[in-house]
């Protein structure tokens, strides 16, 4: 009987160890700046998406979240049951990383808060995070403008052209 116990915590350990080692850390990086997502796994970038977050009135929290809650298909109760597929929860005021049907707003500010996605870029994301697990995953939305750094502040031209930096920024990192 002591032999069958000890076997089977053994196991439960072996188990226990395995599952933990094909853990994976997922961070969703939210830029509400430049209205793109970056998602990656293990501190490998994976996919850089574009995104509609909160339109004026309406903003999309900035900080360090961790999602809570997931559903395969939601739909708003606060806005007249608008579809919300493939949602992942990240903040208690119902914030979440959804789908939407409305591509076109893509890249700009558009939605009441939540941060959306195209709905198969949405889909890939939610597996993710399943197989991750929400306990592995943490949400990190910037873009206010105490939140940038100097990079933030060049003008994009500068960084795509690899022009010289204006005098003034060459004090910062």
Known sequence: MGLRILAFVAMAFLLAASTAAEAKLVIISINKVSQKMTVSVD???EYVWPVSTGTAGYTTPSGKFRPFRMEKEHFSEEWDDAPMPHSIFFTPKGHAIHGSYYV?????RASHGCVRLAPDNAAKLFALVQKAGMQNTTVIVKGGFFELGPADLEPPSFRKLKLK???WLENFN
């Open 165 to 167: 930096r204006p005098k």
């Open 43 to 45: 501190g490998n970038r």
């Open 104 to 108: 076109n707003s893509l890249g700009r």
